[in-house]
């Protein structure tokens, strides 16, 4: 290399001119080293690209068959899967899982609704008992049995005298009657002592006998004998077949007028019914017997003087004779007269 400036030819390497003294320019040296130095640089990366470029075309190919062999795989297990039901087990678990709040849930509804049902229970039955005890003072106040009222069978032989009757008062003394004594398994009296109802019902298939009397006053005001008359139509309109009346016509000197029934209860004509109807123009003052009677035709059936004893006995039947025995009812002897 020559010096520029004078033409001196320079040593390798001279930064100044041995001739003239200037420095020298390295520029083109700088570029040549430059140039020599980003030969092989290049080459290297033109080599290490095209090996890049081959890994990355072998590393493609192998990646592109790994995923096509991992999808066919997925595909294949999916279908499996879905083939054993795995959805719906799926669907199920996770019903199951979704649940099981819900159980929860209900369980503690339960458990609230079970607690206020104990509290209503507990109400309940603390106002049941309450009302019962209240019931029970008021059935013990307004009802309780007569004596020989707890018979386990009818014996109409056993009342065919007049000691085979008990006799009852009213509490305000307005009337009296008298019920056989072995005839009923059943009696109610209300607090007030003014109404009484006595009754039989068989118990077995062997005993189909049923009875009842009741006796009670109430109030009624008005004419004694146009209140009678209304009574006679409404008892006649309850019963099948008169066999005996008596039409209310008179008013007599207690200021009673009354009206006398004896009929069929229904069409079988088994059982017969007896029925006193009274108004003094102040009340009402009934009784009616209801008993099975076998022969509706005969009147001298022992049941038939069991109705003579009822009558005899009754206060407002308007009878004037005293009861009689049975064996006066046979002979028709009147008795004595009260």
Do not use: W
Request: hydrophobic letters at 25%; one cysteine or more; glycine letters at 6%.
């Amino acid at each position: 290399m020559r010096c520029k400036f004078c033409g001196t030819t320079l040593p390798d390497h001279a930064k100044f001119c041995p001739g003239c003294g200037k420095e020298i320019d390295n520029d083109r040296e700088r570029h040549e080293s430059r140039e020599a130095s980003n030969i092989p640089e290049d080459a290297y990366y033109t080599n290490t690209n095209k090996k890049n470029s081959k890994r990355k075309r072998r590393h493609k190919k192998i990646s592109v068959r790994f995923i096509i062999v991992y999808l066919i795989v997925v595909l294949t297990g999916g279908f499996c899967i879905y083939r054993m039901g795995f959805p719906e087990k799926v669907v199920e678990m996770l019903s199951k899982q979704s649940s099981v709040p819900d159980s929860k849930k209900e369980i503690s509804q339960k458990s609230d609704k079970k607690k206020n049902n104990e509290k209503k229970t507990g109400k309940a039955t603390t106002e049941k008992k309450k009302d019962k005890n209240k019931n029970k003072k008021t059935l013990e106040s307004t009802e309780s049995t007569l004596a020989y009222t707890d018979n386990s069978s009818m014996n109409v032989g056993e009342c065919l005298s007049p000691e085979d009757y008990n006799t009852v008062t009213a509490k305000d003394d307005s009337f009296s009657f008298a019920y056989p004594k072995y005839l009923f398994n059943h009696s109610e009296v209300n607090k007030e002592g003014t109404s009484y109802t006595f009754s039989y019902k068989g118990n077995s298939a062997s005993d189909s006998n049923e009875a009842e009397l009741s006796v009670y006053t109430q109030e009624n005001e008005g004419d004694p004998l146009q209140n009678a008359r209304e009574l006679y139509q409404n008892f006649s309109s309850e019963v099948y077949k008169k066999y005996f009346k008596m039409y209310p016509s008179r008013v007599d000197s207690s200021g009673m007028a009354r009206t006398l029934i004896g009929a069929s209860a229904d069409s079988s004509e088994k059982t017969g019914v007896y029925i006193i109807a009274a108004n003094d123009g102040k009340r009402d003052y009934i009784l009616k017997f209801t008993y099975p009677d076998p022969d509706m035709t005969n009147d001298y059936n022992e049941i038939d003087y069991v109705v003579d004893c009822v009558y005899r006995f009754c206060s407002f039947s308007g009878g004037t004779y005293q009861p009689r025995s049975y064996q006066q009812f046979l002979d028709d002897n009147m008795g004595s007269k009260k």
